[in-house]
């Protein structure tokens, strides 16, 4: 192994490193040089399509589209396929946060919070993930009374979330 991508992968420097260490390839690196101007108007093209439909039934800011552009290159197949993995795991962490919280278990919601706070900023749904980093915080804290306050916002937040990505 010669090099390495930090997570979250993003498309850009993905293309950037098979230039590195793929400089034989010249007809693949113009014809990448070229698609990458083209990235932006195509995931700029995404999100006019998508953000409409969902602001209309989940809330403008339930998803930001453009904070998948490094990750999707501009590809509405892979936009709405990250997205959909997203649900079922969301799902799942939120369980984890409500049993932590119904049995009052602060380091509980604070290590779901942490889990959860990530995967949401990756799609782009910075609400939800403001959310969860208080929880992790108020969980990591062991306070009680933020998290008292917090935990019943996690249902409508996720709600609104799952509602933009069914709309795709």
């Known amino acids: 192994m010669d090099d390495y991508l930090a997570k979250p992968l993003e498309i850009p420097k993905l293309k950037a490193a098979l230039r590195k260490w793929m400089p034989d390839a010249p007809a693949a690196a113009t014809a990448t040089e070229e698609s990458g101007a083209q990235d ?52 799942s962490i939120a369980g984890e946060i409500e049993k932590a919280y119904a049995e009052r278990s602060a380091a509980g919601v604070g290590a779901a919070g942490h889990k959860f706070q990530s995967a949401a900023r990756t799609i782009g749904a910075h609400s939800l993930a403001d959310l969860c980093l208080a929880l992790e915080s108020a969980g990591k804290a062991g306070n009680w009374e933020d998290i008292d306050a917090l935990a019943p916002r996690l249902d409508g937040e996720l709600r609104q979330v799952l509602d933009y990505i069914a709309t795709l």
């Open 40 to 91: 932006a108007e195509v995931v700029a093209a995404v999100a006019a399509e998508a953000a409409p439909e969902a602001a209309a039934t989940a809330g403008a800011a339930a998803v930001d589209p453009a904070a998948l552009e490094p990750l999707t290159g501009g590809d509405r197949e892979v936009f709405k396929e990250i997205l959909d993995d997203f649900v079922d795991p969301a799902k």
